[in-house]
């Protein structure tokens, strides 16, 4: 079997910007790009904020883009997932269906996935007026008002975020008390733009075409009411995708992937790169910047064990 120089888990922005350093590094990678080709930003539309596109982009045209620049220079993909991995020793090992890839480095890349309510008319909405990332979308809710559900740090940065722009911003919250920090609820809670509703869930997101309500139930009263909203923001958490890295890279107590010295983790020659490792800043910016870092450390790596 022929051993690879590297090998890519994710085609995100993390991913495909190593994938471009890689390939032009004529390391020849190949990425296993996952079953969500693209990643987050195949979720959403309008891309305001990566530098470059003055008039902003939909986000699966900036995601084609990178895999085009990286298939320029060589890169192979594979759109499928990783079912394993095997870290023991030299060389690397990746497992997909039905195939074992090996390499003498691997870039982790695998990013997270937001959680969400789960609701079909929130999936029906998203990025036409749900969104997960006060960050990314915040600017579009100029003199409109919002509704963020959560109860978290998260939850109550993203609900102050909001304030810049929105008219009004409603905290939707399961329990009659938040879990965020101190110093984030008394901000939050004395805001005069920041309003709560206690001890209530979102049942149904109102609206055809975008975001025009949500309906809350209050879980001790059962009592259902409208609150017209025109964006919610769903601030429950993000799942890192490292299952298949149990037992194999060392990861925190949250399940995202320890990051030591540059993008190198517990494990010669794995490195690793963007949301599956960043749960701060989270940006399609930040992890293309870490992906490039990861392929340049792979590079070093990789001259060593020539
Ligand atoms: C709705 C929405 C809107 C957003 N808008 C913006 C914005 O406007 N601007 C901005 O900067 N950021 C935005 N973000 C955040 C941004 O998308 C993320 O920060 C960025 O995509 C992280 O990149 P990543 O490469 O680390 O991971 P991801 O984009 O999460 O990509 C992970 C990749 O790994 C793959 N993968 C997962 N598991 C496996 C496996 N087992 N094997 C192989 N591959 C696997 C997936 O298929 C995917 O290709 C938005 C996010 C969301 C959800």
Redesign the pocket.
């Known amino acids: 079997m022929t051993v690879r120089n590297v090998v890519i888990?994710?085609?995100?922005?993390?991913?495909l910007t190593a994938a471009i350093y890689a390939a032009r590094a004529d390391l020849q990678p190949l990425v296993?790009?996952?079953?969500?080709?693209?990643?987050?930003?195949m979720?959403?539309s309008e891309?305001?904020?990566?530098p470059g596109f003055p008039e902003g982009i939909m986000?699966p045209e900036l995601m084609d883009r990178m895999r085009r620049q990286a298939e320029r220079f060589g890169a192979e993909f594979v759109d499928e997932?990783?079912?394993a991995v095997d870290f023991r020793g030299a060389p690397l090992a990746v497992m997909t269906e039905g195939a074992r890839h090996e390499a003498r480095a691997v870039i982790v890349?695998?990013?997270?996935?937001?959680r969400w309510l789960g609701l079909p008319s929130e999936a029906r909405l998203?990025?036409r007026g749900v969104?997960?990332?006060a960050t990314?979308?915040g600017f579009f809710f100029r003199g409109k008002d919002v509704a963020v559900v959560g109860g978290g740090d998260t939850a109550m940065e993203e609900a102050l975020f909001l304030t810049k722009f929105a008219t009004s911003v409603t905290v939707i919250h399961r329990r009659h008390e938040l879990r965020a920090s101190k110093i984030m609820q008394d901000r939050a809670l004395q805001h005069p733009k920041i309003r709560f509703v206690w001890d209530s869930v979102v049942r149904d997101v109102l609206g055809a075409d975008h975001v025009e309500g949500v309906v809350t139930e209050n879980l001790k009263t059962k009592e259902r009411s409208e609150i017209p909203v025109q964006g919610l923001f769903v601030a429950i958490g993000y799942n890192p995708?490292t299952e298949?890295f149990r037992g194999q890279l060392e990861l925190d107590e949250r399940g995202y992937v320890k990051i030591y010295d540059g993008s190198r983790t517990n494990v010669e020659g794995v490195f690793v790169?963007?949301?599956?490792e960043d749960y701060h800043y989270?940006?399609?910016?930040?992890?293309a910047g870490a992906?490039c870092r990861a392929a340049m450390d792979a590079e070093v790596f990789l001259e060593g064990v020539a």
């Open positions: 888990l994710g085609s995100g922005p993390a991913g296993i790009a996952g079953r969500q080709a693209g990643g987050q930003l979720l959403t891309v305001e904020n990566f986000g997932d990783a079912t890349a695998t990013g997270a996935s937001a998203m990025g969104s997960s990332c990314c979308d995708n298949i790169a963007g949301d599956v989270r940006q399609a910016i930040t992890a992906g």
